[in-house]
């Protein structure tokens, strides 16, 4: 989590690979504004779990 984007990762075995990564990133935002980070927080908390679920880990 940062100022401008996160990452997240977490094991996820299917037919491409071991893993799924997350990366958010908002080049449009400066590394010195902390005005957003709570929104990207936010998202990552929905988004992330959200979109693991879909992938169907663990059944290659």
């Not at 690979?17 to 400066?30: D, N, S």
């Not at 957003?36 to 679920?53: G, N, Q, S």
């Amino acid at each position: 989590m940062g100022t401008n984007g996160a990452v997240s990762t977490t094991s996820c075995e299917t037919s491409g690979g071991e893993y799924f990564t997350l990366t958010l990133q908002l080049p449009q935002i400066k590394l010195t504004d902390g005005t957003h980070r709570k929104d990207i927080e936010r998202f990552m908390r929905a988004y992330f779990p959200a979109t693991v679920k879909t992938l169907g880990c663990g059944k290659t």
